[in-house]
């Protein structure tokens, strides 16, 4: 661990021995909560450093015997416990896990806790304030949240916490320039930010609101869309050509074709081409103008004349040969 940690961090109380003491100064720093030996012939010894950031705390605490902890909802924060040594069990509401040295988890905001810690086992604890969640969900994606982001949900695969723990190691505990905090606080407040949006980027309550609106495309960026077909449909472009056009992904332009056009854009270019080369072939016909069908197919787009004929066949129900003399198929 950084030596620059251990500089920084403000005892709270060391060594206690009385478990209501210990409850209380604990309580000060996050909220009142109860606090009771499993077994009335163990000898507490707890311990406690902390120290504020920003919207963010670090602590490291110490209980040398089981103890069982019981709290209602945080209600304004989270807490990430990151075991350095020993284990803990946590639930939260109908939700269970077990917290151990490299399987850290986070405490949900508006859930009820109950937690049983072994002996030996030490903590370090990263309290995020709601607010700064709320604002970061805000801010970066666009989603109001009405109720509290949730990390435990049932019913749905729990967050792993183990790339977060990596990132809260460098970021914080092990940041070279943590000693010299009070003259950094607009570097760490970007770092909260920073540690508040990787942990949306996981699982949790609102993540099917953040990949509606990551992946959410307006209906004016289709007609740009559709408007980069009509002058190019000659050429050969692709989807990622015609997304890098209207400076969104892939993805992105597949999700909005599908949900204003109930097509892709492969299938709504492909249609574009053929609408096109009827038009050529009708207008050849009329005009009497001697151009070859594969000519016709190439300078729309089809620069395989098999496949031209299968999808022309496909789409109006008759080949290219057949609008050119103006009969129909005998299909």
Not at 164 to 181: C, E, Q, V, W
Not at 209 to 230: G, Q, T
Not at 239 to 250: E, K, W
Not at 265 to 273: A, V
């Amino acid at each position: 661990m950084n030596r620059n940690f251990n500089l920084i961090m403000n005892t709270v109380f060391k060594n206690s021995i009385d478990p209501d003491e210990a409850c209380s100064l604990v309580g000060s720093v996050y909220q009142p909560h109860k606090l009771n030996l499993c077994r009335a012939s163990d000898q507490l010894s707890a311990s406690m450093e902390h120290y504020p950031v920003s919207e963010t705390s670090i602590s490291r605490l110490t209980y040398n015997a089981n103890i069982h902890i019981q709290s209602e909802p945080f209600r304004n924060f989270y807490l990430i416990m990151l075991p350095v040594s020993g284990h803990f069990n946590i639930r939260q509401n109908n939700i269970e896990k077990t917290a151990t040295v490299g399987s850290p988890v986070i405490l949900d905001t508006d859930k009820n806790i109950d937690m049983q810690w072994s002996n030996n086992c030490e903590n370090i604890i990263f309290k995020l304030d709601k607010s700064l969640i709320d604002r970061t969900l805000l801010e970066s994606y666009g989603v109001e949240s009405k109720l509290a982001v949730a990390f435990n949900c049932p019913n749905r695969e729990q967050g792993n916490f183990d790339k977060f723990s990596i990132m809260l190691n460098n970021f914080i505990i092990n940041n070279p320039y943590l000693s010299d905090l009070p003259n950094n606080s607009e570097m760490f407040k970007n770092i909260e930010r920073v540690l508040a949006l990787s942990l949306l980027s996981g699982n949790h309550s609102h993540a099917e609101d953040i990949e509606k609106i990551r992946y959410r495309v307006l209906p004016k960026v289709i007609v740009k869309a559709k408007e980069f077909m009509e002058e190019n449909y000659s050429k050969k472009i692709t989807v990622q050509d015609i997304a890098n056009h209207v400076c969104i992904s892939a993805r992105s332009l597949q999700k909005g074709f599908e949900q204003y056009e109930c097509t892709t854009p492969t299938l709504y270019l492909r249609r574009l081409r053929l609408r096109r080369a009827r038009e050529f072939l009708v207008f050849s016909r009329r005009e009497n103008i001697g151009i070859k069908i594969s000519e016709i197919a190439m300078r729309c787009g089809f620069y395989h004349f098999g496949n031209f004929s299968k999808c022309y066949l496909e789409e109006f129900g008759e080949t290219p040969s057949a609008t050119r003399s103006g009969r129909k198929s005998a299909l």
